[in-house]
């Protein structure tokens, strides 16, 4: 017969309340330090910056003096980049996804090109930069334009979106499905109208979060040959640009002092544009999540 040794288990179990409480400490300082990070950061950027956020600096064009330099045409490049990176990514990523989900067979030839788009979230962007170098400025003549750099940050965010979508979309119950064909629905009425509207908060959260990295990247952006100075505002996609994130680099670059302080107000306003996008994926998710 068996005896249980009441003082072993005891032991045992005041050992696994000791480490889960020693980890839950560990894990809560971590977070801890994270948010104070973040408060110090918030705080230098907003002491800073708050005093040169006035309507002028939405009206005035890069300058080499501090107190009339506005952040106008980077402003508006950002925006002119973002229209064409918007529709290009989504409809690329999207389209991907639901191919490989819904009518790819599971063969070799599917998980390779499923690795690779997996390898590909994780390369540097500014491989990216180089390769839209090569092929959208050089080999289709785009130049230094909005086109060329729309179509190389989609790259960028491209395999995001297609591993996000494609997650959503095996979110979606085969029960779903299985209903929808029993009614006689094709198989895109059923992808059209059943599982691309259930999957459509997670697409459109993972989506935003990657338009949100496009907006704050500038390595792909450089080596494309984007301006750092510019003091007009772009008039199509084939114009010359310059976004937030080059435009506060070169504000940092200055020696004048006054210039830390332009490019901490620069700072905020990036920073409001991230925090508006990544609010919106968090009301999208909230809103449709429990629509199905």
Known sequence: MNFIDHNKVSAKIGNRLVKNKISSQIFFLSTMFGLFVLAVLLYRI???????????????FASRIPERAGIKAALYGTMWLMAVVI???LVLGVGTAIYLEEYAKKNFLTRFIQLNISNLAGVPS????????????????FERSILAGGLTMSLVILPVIVVSSQEAIRSVPNQLRE??????????????????????????????LAFSRAIGETAPLLVIGALSYVAFVPTD??????????QI???????????QFVAAAGIIVLLVMLIVMNGVAV??????????
Do not use: C, H
Request: net charge positive.
């Open 46 to 60: 907003g002491s800073q910056g708050f005093s040169f956020i006035t309507p002028d600096f939405f009206t005035n």
């Open 87 to 89: 529709p290009v990514s």
């Open 126 to 141: 500014i491989v990216f930069g180089l390769l839209g170098l090569t092929v959208f400025v050089r080999l289709f003549g």
């Open 179 to 208: 209903a929808s064909f029993a009614l006689g629905s094709t198989k895109w009425k059923t992808i059209y109208r059943i599982v691309f509207p259930t999957a459509l908060p997670g697409i459109l959260t993972g989506s935003i």
């Open 237 to 246: 996609i084939f114009s010359g640009f310059t976004v937030m994130p080059i």
């Open 249 to 259: 680099y070169n504000w940092t670059s200055r020696p004048q002092e006054a210039f």
């Open 283 to 292: 009301w999208i998710r909230n809103k449709f999540q429990n629509r199905f």
